[in-house]
């Protein structure tokens, strides 16, 4: 009986000091938090956004999301991502990533592609119905590679794309 009232606390209170991982800049239409001990939350301007939340917008909206780092996640209508401390996953849909601090390495990762970056912006788009990933490079370079073979990787330079 005293091992679970332990846990009990234990695992209360890890909930309570859930990290803030990003804040909403900008939401148009309606966009939603689910956390998996509590209720969906509709994000509005300066929302907080909790480690391992998951994050979607409705279909026709959109929704601006800055990170601990500086970085900026602009998801289109239709996307859904899970929010860590130092990754974000796309279950679907699109994501225009904007990063200009070249001293951490950014991640995003989709269910079968991973990409890493430092500075500049792309976009990166996950169909889940296909398993299809694709990245367009605006400025910068990013680290396209596969999730289960990290090895098998191609260097995207500005002005390209790959899929």
Same mark, same amino acid.
Request: charged residues 15%.
């Given at each position: 009986?005293?091992?679970?009232?332990?846990?009990?606390?234990?695992?209360?209170?890890?909930?309570? !000091?859930?990290?803030?991982?990003?804040?909403?800049?900008?939401? !148009?239409?309606?966009?939603?938090?689910?956390?998996?001990?509590?209720?969906?939350?509709?994000?509005?301007?300066?929302?907080?956004?909790?480690?391992?939340?998951?994050?979607?917008?409705?279909?026709? %909206?959109?929704?601006?999301?800055?990170?601990?780092? %500086?970085?900026?996640?602009?998801?289109?209508?239709?996307? =859904?991502?899970?929010?860590?401390?130092?990754?974000?996953?796309? =279950?679907?849909?699109?994501?225009?990533?904007?990063?200009?601090?070249?001293?951490?390495?950014?991640?995003?990762?989709? %269910?079968?592609?991973?990409?890493?970056?430092? =500075? %500049?912006?792309?976009?990166?788009? &996950?169909?889940?119905?296909?398993?299809k990933s694709q990245v367009m490079v605006l400025t910068g370079n990013v680290q396209l590679? !596969?999730?289960?073979?990290?090895?098998?990787?191609?260097?995207?330079?500005?002005?390209? &794309?790959? &899929?």
């Open positions: 009986m005293k091992k679970l009232l332990i846990l009990s606390l234990l695992i209360g209170t890890v909930g309570v !000091n859930a990290k803030t991982v990003a804040r909403v800049l900008d939401a !148009n239409g309606s966009a939603f938090n689910f956390m998996s001990n509590k209720k969906a939350k509709q994000l509005i301007y300066g929302s907080k956004v909790e480690d391992a939340s998951v994050v979607m917008v409705e279909d026709g %909206g959109s929704l601006s999301l800055k990170d601990e780092s %500086g970085r900026v996640f602009h998801l289109s209508g239709g996307t =859904q991502v899970k929010v860590y401390s130092k990754l974000v996953e796309i =279950q679907k849909g699109n994501v225009w990533v904007s990063a200009n601090n070249s001293s951490s390495i950014g991640t995003i990762s989709t %269910g079968n592609s991973v990409v890493k970056f430092t =500075q %500049g912006q792309f976009i990166y788009s &996950f169909d889940n119905y296909k398993s590679s !596969n999730s289960i073979e990290p090895g098998l990787l191609v260097e995207i330079p500005a002005g390209h &794309f790959s &899929f």
